[in-house]
């Protein structure tokens, strides 16, 4: 499993675990009982406090997408397919809004966009 932390983003060191662990879990490349490493090894991987990586965790156990069995470490859940479906959905979304934001900063119309949309799913 790999993580990236970025000392410089506004976003914490919690959550950026959370968004990547929560994107390898939707894009397959960690699967239903995948163990995740240990709070401490992956604290010391990361070169992080141990209580930002049990944060971490404890989001992702929140949010169902792994769960901690004492004694034996976290593992990937088994993801309720409504639940992955919509998770994509939104990490379209956010992606989409970022890129209509760009866009019309730069000057692009609403019309524009809607016809360069259009121009594309014909494709």
């Known amino acids: 499993m790999k993580i990236i932390i970025?000392?410089?983003?506004?976003?914490?060191?919690?959550?950026?675990?959370v968004n990547q662990i929560r994107n390898?879990?939707?894009n397959h490349e960690l699967k239903e009982n995948d163990p995740l490493p240990s709070?401490?090894?992956?604290a010391n991987?990361?070169?992080?406090?141990?209580?930002?990586?049990?944060k971490a965790y404890d989001f992702l156990e929140q949010e169902c997408f792994i769960q901690t069995i004492h004694g034996k470490g976290s593992f990937v859940k088994c993801i309720n397919?409504?639940?992955?479906?919509?998770e994509i959905r939104k990490n379209i979304?956010?992606?989409?809004?970022?890129?209509?934001?760009?866009?019309?900063?730069?000057?692009?119309?609403?019309?524009?966009?809607?016809?360069l949309i259009s121009i594309l799913l014909e494709e």
């Open 6 to 17: 970025n000392h410089s983003s506004m976003v914490p060191i919690y959550e950026q675990i």
């Open 24 to 26: 390898q879990i939707v």
């Open 39 to 42: 709070v401490r090894s992956l």
């Open 45 to 54: 991987q990361l070169k992080i406090s141990a209580l930002t990586v049990k």
């Open 81 to 86: 397919p409504s639940l992955l479906e919509e």
């Open 93 to 115: 979304q956010m992606e989409l809004e970022t890129t209509l934001l760009k866009a019309l900063q730069n000057g692009l119309t609403k019309e524009e966009i809607k016809e």
